[in-house]
C-alpha cells in the first residue's frame, strides 16, 4: 500500500528566504505526483505535476524535483513572500494492486513572516 | 470556465437521514475522485470512477456508494450518515488516469453529522 509523508509538517521562514519542502512514497511504481496548495477553508490549487518519466518541473518562483527509485520529491520555493503562506500537499498516483490510486501527505504548514 | 462544482458547500444533518453530494466537472473529464479530509489523517480517497459506469473503491469506502452515470456527475451517496463521516469532502477530476493528467479540484462540501 502506498504511503506519503511530508516533512516537515509546520515551517515558518522570514520573508525573502529560499525553502524546501519534502515528500516521500513508498512505492516507487507511480504514474505521477503533483503538488498542491490549500489555503484555510478553501479547495486545493494545484502547483506542479511531474510525470513518472520527469526530473522537476518548474513554474515561476517554484520548482518541483522527483528521485522515484528513492521515492523523494522536492518542492523548493525560492525568495518566499507572505502570500505563500498555505498547507503544500504532495499527492503521488499510484497502480496499486490493478486500481489506480490517488494518496496524499498530510502536508507542510507554511508561514512567511513579513 | 473549467470547474468542478460541489453542492452543498456546507450541510448539517442527523444520523442515519440519507443524503447525496452532487459534483459536476465541465472539462469532459474521465477521471473522478471523491476524497474525505481529516484533522491530522489528510485526504483520503473514497471512490473514483475510471469512466461511465466504471467505479471501484479507494482506501476508506465504508458508509459511501457512487454512481457514474453521465460522463460529468459524480454524486456521492451517504446511505445512513453516522457522526465518524462528518468531515470536509472534496471531488476532484483528471482528464484520464494517466502521467501527465493534472487533477482539478472543487470548492468542498463541509459535512456535520450529529
Known amino acids: 500500500k502506498q504511503e506519503v509523508t511530508q516533512i516537515p509538517a509546520a515551517l515558518s521562514v522570514p520573508e525573502g528566504e529560499n525553502l524546501v519542502l519534502n515528500c516521500s512514497f513508498t512505492d516507487s511504481a507511480i504514474y505521477n505526483l503533483q503538488w498542491f496548495r490549500q489555503d484555510p477553508g478553501k479547495g486545493l490549487t494545484s502547483l506542479l505535476l511531474i510525470q513518472s518519466s520527469q526530473r522537476e518541473q518548474t513554474s515561476g518562483r517554484l520548482n518541483a524535483s522527483l528521485d522515484k527509485s528513492s521515492g523523494r520529491s522536492t518542492l523548493y520555493i525560492a525568495a518566499s513572500q507572505p502570500g505563500d503562506s498555505a498547507t503544500y500537499l504532495c499527492?503521488?498516483?499510484?497502480?496499486?494492486?490493478?486500481?489506480?490510486?490517488?494518496?496524499f501527505g498530510i502536508g507542510t504548514k507554511l508561514q512567511v513572516i513579513p | 470556465e473549467a470547474q468542478v462544482t460541489q453542492n452543498p458547500r456546507y450541510l448539517i444533518t442527523v444520523t442515519g437521514k440519507k443524503l447525496t453530494v452532487t459534483c459536476s466537472q465541465n472539462m469532459n473529464h474521465e477521471y473522478m475522485s471523491w476524497y474525505r479530509q481529516d484533522p491530522g489523517l489528510g485526504l483520503r480517497q473514497i471512490y473514483y470512477?475510471?469512466?461511465?459506469?466504471?467505479?471501484d473503491k479507494g482506501d476508506v469506502p465504508e458508509g459511501y456508494k457512487v454512481s457514474r452515470k453521465e460522463k460529468r456527475n459524480f454524486p456521492l451517496i451517504l446511505e445512513s450518515p453516522s457522526p465518524n463521516q462528518t468531515s470536509l469532502y472534496f471531488c476532484?477530476?483528471?482528464?484520464?488516469?494517466?502521467?501527465?493528467?493534472?487533477?482539478?479540484f472543487g470548492p468542498g462540501t463541509r459535512l456535520t453529522v450529529l
Open positions: 476532484a477530476s483528471s482528464l484520464g488516469p494517466g502521467s501527465t493528467d493534472t487533477q482539478y
Open positions: 470512477s475510471m469512466n461511465v459506469e466504471v467505479t
Open positions: 499527492a503521488v498516483r499510484s497502480n496499486s494492486g490493478g486500481y489506480q490510486k490517488v494518496t
